[in-house]
């Protein structure tokens, strides 16, 4: 039986981490730490176990795994130390907010010869696996381009706080750019099979303020321009300003076929081949920021996972090489931005 920490008790390990290690009858939750002393209490009487008074003091409590779900700017810093000391380590995205931890954190769970993945959940959506099974099967030929989206309200919406760390550049690093960038990034790799090689990019605070009026200190929007090793080109928007309905959707143009996933509200995976048949295919409805759960299950599977990748050895769902495959892409984005041309991605 596996003895899990957790370090950060916000939303994500509320709704996700600590529920989804509750159902997972291969561990057991056993201590918790946050800067909030109240919010770890919280989850001890949620779900038993023992509250810590900082990182050493639950790292020495005798885990063998932790999740990190604290701000982006400690995820290298507590992973890195949790790595050194013999743990497993879950660390929620974005991977690090420099490419430099990012590296480090690589090097750290190769050294200790530990599990390191990152919360990358799209990659358990139904319709995405399904996707990438029939893209690598041929069904749609060779993509030719692509779009991806991934816009809703913004952090607030989810945390509930309107002056949130997530606004926050020396806390968060990057706004939605990194914050739901990261996830179509990772998609598009996951989906296409290939790396994605060049990248131009744009990224602005259009709308988005604190309650005193001023900009939020991070992007709330950004637009990406790929293009992939095989010279499939496409875009990717993401956005904290679509204030209405989310929208998490992806559509890949093949020479033989386009593919929707969660472009339809009740056919979470359409495909239309040019042989003149379309498939509409319903197979789970995309998590949301108000409805975390796929199809019904209370599970997304990335504890799952996490736990089977630790127990068995057998690769996780997003080890720290895919990830920091995706957070290359990012930064070059950022420079790309920044310095207004494209960049070439370090492969
Ligand atoms: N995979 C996903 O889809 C997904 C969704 C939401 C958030 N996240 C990620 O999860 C992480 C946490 O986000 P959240 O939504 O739970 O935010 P949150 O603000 O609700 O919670 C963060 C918690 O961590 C605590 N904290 C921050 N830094 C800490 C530190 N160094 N040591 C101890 N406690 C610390 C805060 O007090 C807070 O309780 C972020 O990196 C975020 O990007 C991932």
New binding site residues.
Partial sequence: MLRIGI????????V?HAPEYAENPECRLTAF????PE?AQDMVKLYGGQAYDS?DALLNSGVDAVSV????A??AA?SIKALQKGMHVLC???MATTLADCKAMARAAEDANRTLML???QRLAKAHVEARRRVAAGEIGRVISFRTTFGHSG?EG??G?KN???FDKSRAAFGALA?LGI?KTDLLHYLLGEPIVAVKADFRTLDKKYPDGSPIGVDDNAFCIYRTQSGATGQMHVSWTFYGEEDNSTVLYGTKGILHCYADPTYSLIIEHFNGETERIALDEMTSNKKQTTGGRVSTG?IDSFVHSVRTGEPSLCDAREALKAMRVIFAAERSALENRDIQIEQ
């Avoid at 730490?33 to 909030?36: A, P, R, S, V």
């Avoid at 779900?69 to 982006?72: E, F, I, R, T």
């Fill in positions: 370090i950060g008790c916000g939303k994500i390990t509320q996700r730490y946050d800067f909030l919010r990182v779900c604290v701000a982006n400690d995820h507590v929620e995205k974005p919360g990358h959940n952090p989810w945390t706080q949130s760390w997530f914050d996830h990335v």
